[in-house]
Protein backbone atom coordinates (compact mmCIF):
# COMPACT_ATOMS: atom_id res chain seq x y z
CA UNK A 1 0.00 0.00 0.00
CA UNK A 2 1.33 3.41 -0.92
CA UNK A 3 0.01 6.70 1.16
CA UNK A 4 0.03 10.11 -0.43
CA UNK A 5 -1.13 13.27 1.52
CA UNK A 6 -0.70 16.75 -0.36
CA UNK A 7 -0.66 19.83 1.59
CA UNK A 8 0.29 23.69 0.28
CA UNK A 9 -3.07 24.63 -1.54
CA UNK A 10 -4.95 27.97 0.08
CA UNK A 11 -6.51 30.80 -1.81
CA UNK A 12 -4.00 33.27 -3.92
CA UNK A 13 -4.61 36.29 -6.54
CA UNK A 14 -3.98 35.38 -10.02
CA UNK A 15 -0.65 35.92 -11.08
CA UNK A 16 0.68 34.76 -7.64
CA UNK A 17 1.74 31.52 -6.87
CA UNK A 18 1.68 28.39 -4.83
CA UNK A 19 3.57 25.26 -3.93
CA UNK A 20 1.88 22.00 -3.45
CA UNK A 21 3.74 19.40 -1.82
CA UNK A 22 2.93 15.29 -1.68
CA UNK A 23 4.58 13.17 1.04
CA UNK A 24 4.46 9.39 0.16
CA UNK A 25 4.64 6.54 2.43
CA UNK A 26 4.77 2.97 2.30
CA UNK A 27 7.09 0.19 1.63
CA UNK A 28 7.05 0.20 -1.96
CA UNK A 29 6.04 4.14 -2.79
CA UNK A 30 9.51 5.06 -3.94
CA UNK A 31 9.17 2.66 -6.69
CA UNK A 32 6.29 4.58 -8.75
CA UNK A 33 6.19 7.34 -10.86
CA UNK A 34 4.22 10.27 -9.48
CA UNK A 35 1.75 13.34 -10.87
CA UNK A 36 -0.95 15.24 -10.37
CA UNK A 37 -3.98 16.08 -11.39
CA UNK A 38 -7.13 18.05 -10.36
CA UNK A 39 -10.78 18.67 -10.87
CA UNK A 40 -13.06 21.76 -10.82
CA UNK A 41 -16.52 21.60 -9.86
CA UNK A 42 -18.49 19.82 -12.68
CA UNK A 43 -15.77 19.18 -14.86
CA UNK A 44 -13.59 15.49 -14.65
CA UNK A 45 -10.24 15.29 -12.94
CA UNK A 46 -7.75 15.84 -15.91
CA UNK A 47 -4.17 15.70 -15.86
CA UNK A 48 -1.62 18.15 -14.72
CA UNK A 49 1.75 17.07 -14.42
CA UNK A 50 4.00 13.70 -13.62
CA UNK A 51 7.26 13.13 -13.06
CA UNK A 52 9.52 9.96 -13.10
CA UNK A 53 10.24 7.59 -10.14
CA UNK A 54 13.98 9.03 -10.71
CA UNK A 55 12.87 12.41 -11.06
CA UNK A 56 14.90 12.50 -14.06
CA UNK A 57 12.17 13.28 -16.67
CA UNK A 58 8.36 15.20 -16.58
CA UNK A 59 5.57 15.89 -18.46
CA UNK A 60 2.82 18.94 -18.00
CA UNK A 61 -0.35 19.72 -19.41
CA UNK A 62 -0.23 22.17 -22.21
CA UNK A 63 -2.67 24.68 -19.94
CA UNK A 64 0.07 24.75 -17.27
CA UNK A 65 3.48 24.21 -19.48
CA UNK A 66 5.81 27.32 -18.63
CA UNK A 67 4.06 28.18 -15.31
CA UNK A 68 4.26 24.90 -12.72
CA UNK A 69 7.22 23.22 -12.37
CA UNK A 70 6.95 19.49 -10.88
CA UNK A 71 10.09 18.36 -8.86
CA UNK A 72 11.03 15.06 -6.56
CA UNK A 73 12.97 13.99 -3.83
CA UNK A 74 13.99 11.48 -3.82
CA UNK A 75 15.67 11.13 -0.40
CA UNK A 76 12.61 12.55 1.18
CA UNK A 77 10.12 10.95 -0.86
CA UNK A 78 8.30 13.90 -1.59
CA UNK A 79 6.66 15.55 -4.42
CA UNK A 80 6.32 18.75 -5.37
CA UNK A 81 4.31 21.29 -7.58
CA UNK A 82 5.21 25.01 -8.02
CA UNK A 83 2.46 26.68 -9.37
CA UNK A 84 3.68 30.23 -11.19
CA UNK A 85 1.55 32.96 -12.87
CA UNK A 86 -1.63 31.39 -11.60
CA UNK A 87 -5.16 32.22 -13.10
CA UNK A 88 -8.68 31.58 -12.18
CA UNK A 89 -9.41 28.60 -14.50
CA UNK A 90 -6.24 27.04 -11.88
CA UNK A 91 -8.98 26.51 -9.35
CA UNK A 92 -9.76 23.26 -8.40
CA UNK A 93 -9.02 20.52 -5.85
CA UNK A 94 -5.03 19.32 -6.70
CA UNK A 95 -4.59 15.66 -6.08
CA UNK A 96 -1.12 13.77 -5.72
CA UNK A 97 -0.80 10.26 -7.84
CA UNK A 98 1.28 7.36 -7.92
CA UNK A 99 1.21 4.92 -10.66
CA UNK A 100 3.65 2.41 -13.02
CA UNK A 101 4.96 4.84 -15.31
CA UNK A 102 5.13 9.14 -15.99
CA UNK A 103 3.73 8.63 -19.68
CA UNK A 104 0.88 6.31 -18.42
CA UNK A 105 0.04 8.70 -15.51
CA UNK A 106 -1.14 11.29 -18.44
CA UNK A 107 -4.41 9.31 -17.70
CA UNK A 108 -6.42 9.26 -14.66
CA UNK A 109 -7.43 5.86 -14.92
CA UNK A 110 -3.20 4.55 -14.72
CA UNK A 111 -3.18 6.11 -11.20
CA UNK A 112 -3.09 3.52 -8.58
CA UNK A 113 -3.04 5.94 -5.60
CA UNK A 114 -4.98 9.07 -4.85
CA UNK A 115 -4.35 11.55 -1.97
CA UNK A 116 -7.24 13.00 -0.67
CA UNK A 117 -6.85 16.63 -2.81
CA UNK A 118 -5.84 19.78 -1.69
CA UNK A 119 -7.88 23.37 -2.76
CA UNK A 120 -6.42 25.82 -4.72
CA UNK A 121 -8.65 28.89 -5.51
CA UNK A 122 -7.17 31.51 -7.72
CA UNK A 123 -9.20 35.13 -7.29
CA UNK A 124 -9.51 37.47 -10.34
Known amino acids: QVQLVESGGGLVQAGGSLRLSCAASGRTSRSYAMGWFRQAPGKEREFVSA????????YYADSVLGRFTISRDVAKNTVDLQMNSLKPEDTAVYYC?????????????????WGQGTQVTVSS
Open 97 to 113: AAGGSALQLKSRYEAAY
Open 51 to 58: ITRGGTST
